[in-house]
């Protein structure tokens, strides 16, 4: 992939997983100030409502106390009956006689008279709505204006209007002054009453407990009383408010007369969990699915990334394979040539000599290819190991006369130090071999110039210790730290003068990981490299 197409496309996915995050964060921002505006709402709303319950609490006694039963019964004096109705001159059709009965009519408001015949059954009906009060049912009397003859129905409709007696004005005065001095001893009363009465923060906290319930805001709070800016009470053990607290207020007892400037001051400790309660899932499964984003984001790079890395490993390995082919590959065919050439095949050392280098061009080419497909066989089924008690001094041994050629042909020297004292491990022979073989052709590539290498070995802990150490060219951390992955080589220029597939290390580290040992390199540039290898004696003590 272009590395600038690659570039852009993370840049898109980056810009697009910020816009998803910043438009959730604004949606939630949002819903939570909705939420919020509707909490103060509806405590604002109950806290008025408690403030009217309260307030009418406070007054009901007052009014039980004074207003409960008819404000002008008149206690001492039981009122008079009402004077007979006066005699009048009532002219019907065959009247002989009247009798007249007057009945009050209960549970209503009204007063009948009726007047009836005794022979046609005439009727006179005086009729006069009143209030429910005694004293207009007591000065309140009737008076006939007028007859009215209806021959049709044989009745008269007598009509009436409302006088006014005089003995009933004195009375009227007598109440007015006792009225009178009835609101001045309610008033000073009611001064004394305010006065000498305790807040009820038990009551307090009942009524805002239900009308906050009615708000389904069923949660804890506090409260307090201010007098003029002063706590005078609450059901906080010292009446002390948080700072950083939001408060709601209100009026208490607004209406009072005689107690004013109370304020009622509310606050909830669990406000911000109660209004998020119904946006913490939401708010979960949103963060949920953010990070699944996030995460498929991340690995999807990764894997792009990891593909590069492969296609450019493939295109090292190719161009490595090709390489270490191509010579042993063009020595043959020069061998070749040399021996059906007619002065070659009468010289019998001439073509021992070819024939020699065409055996050992095909014997590296081989090993070239073994290697290949023992690193492929390992991904297969992890490896053909046949695990078996061998000694590692005389396996060592064996790869050391193995890479000696090579090392001569360079004039350089190898010094081992075998000093375990038990060199007996459980290991696969071959495979063993291969990794010291390894590790010292690794050393004899990267030497400048003459190889000098060190090999000791030591009996440590529950196995035993190898060290292959060299003086070329060593490498730095980030070498370090890719030196064991498969086809990764050691950059030494433009120029391919250093041989392999970079599966070298990687063998190492396979075969090293089936015997449950360890390898470890300490390097420095320009300082040579050391690789420690620990081997269990036992796979058990791995």
Not at 330 to 339: E, H, K, P, Q, R
Not at 467 to 480: C, F, K, L, S, W
Request: aromatic letters at 10%; glycine letters at 4%.
């Amino acid at each position: 992939m272009n590395k600038k197409r690659f570039i852009g496309l993370v840049v898109l996915m980056g810009i697009s997983l910020l816009g998803i995050v910043a438009v959730q964060y604004y949606w939630f921002h949002s819903a939570a100030k909705v939420r919020n505006e509707l909490f103060d709402r509806s405590v604002n709303e109950a806290l008025t409502s408690a403030s009217k319950r309260l307030q009418t609490m406070q007054d009901y006694p007052i009014v039980n106390q004074y207003f409960f039963n008819d404000s002008l019964q008149w206690t001492p004096d039981p009122p008079p009956p009402p004077p007979p109705l006066p005699k009048h001159k009532i002219h019907a059709r065959g009247t002989t006689s009247y009798r007249i009965k007057i009945e009050p009519k209960m549970n209503k408001i009204e007063n009948e008279i009726q007047v009836f015949t005794s022979k046609r059954d005439s009727i006179i009906t005086l009729h006069k709505t009143h209030v429910n009060d005694s004293l207009i049912q007591f000065i309140t009397q009737k008076k006939i204006e007028k007859s009215i003859q209806d021959s049709n129905l044989a009745r008269i409709i007598v009509k009436d209007s409302m006088i006014l007696r005089p003995e009933f004005e004195k009375r009227i005065e007598d109440k007015a002054k006792q009225l009178k001095d009835l609101a001045k001893q309610m008033v000073v009363e009611i001064k004394d009453w305010h006065a000498g009465r305790d807040l009820d923060m038990k009551q307090i906290h009942h009524v805002l407990k239900e009308e906050f319930e009615r708000k389904d805001i069923p949660i804890d709070f506090h409260f307090t009383v201010l007098a003029n800016d002063s706590v005078i009470g609450g059901d906080l053990p010292e009446n002390v408010i948080p700072e950083n607290a939001q408060t709601y207020q209100t009026g208490l007892f607004p209406y009072d007369v005689f107690r004013q400037n109370l304020k009622l001051t509310v606050f909830f400790p669990d406000k911000d969990s109660f209004v998020g309660r119904n946006m913490f899932w939401l708010l979960g499964l949103s963060l949920l699915f953010t990070i699944v984003i996030l995460l498929t984001f991340t690995l999807s790079i990764l894997f792009i990334l990891r593909q590069k890395k492969i296609s450019e490993m493939k295109s090292d390995f190719i161009n490595n394979m090709t390489h270490e082919f191509k010579t042993p590959i063009a020595t043959i065919g020069v061998a070749a040539d040399s021996i059906v050439n007619e002065k070659v095949i009468s010289d019998e050392e001439k073509l021992r000599y070819f024939a020699g280098m065409i055996k050992k061009e095909n014997r590296r080419m081989n090993s070239q290819v073994e290697k290949i497909l023992q690193i492929a066989r390992m991904d297969r089924n992890n490896g053909d190991y046949h695990f078996e008690a061998v000694n590692a001094h005389e396996l060592i041994e064996k790869a050391i006369q193995s890479i000696s050629l090579q090392i001569e042909k360079r004039k350089g020297q190898i010094d081992t130090y075998l000093k375990a004292s038990n060199p007996v491990v459980v290991t696969d022979a071959t495979h063993f071999t291969n990794v010291i073989y390894n590790l010292l052709d690794n050393a004899v590539k990267y030497s400048s110039d003459k190889p000098e290498i060190v090999l000791r070995t030591s009996s440590v802990s529950k196995g035993i210790s190898i060290t292959v150490e060299d003086h070329g060219i060593g490498m730095n951390r980030a070498v370090q730290a890719k030196i064991f992955e498969r086809f990764y080589r050691q950059p030494t220029g433009n120029i391919h003068n250093t041989k392999g597939f970079g599966l070298g290390l990687s063998y190492v580290k396979a075969v090293v990981d089936a015997n449950k040992g360890t390898i470890t390199v300490h390097s420095e540039a320009g300082k040579g490299s050391r690789f420690v290898i620990f081997i269990p004696y036992t796979l058990e003590n791995g």
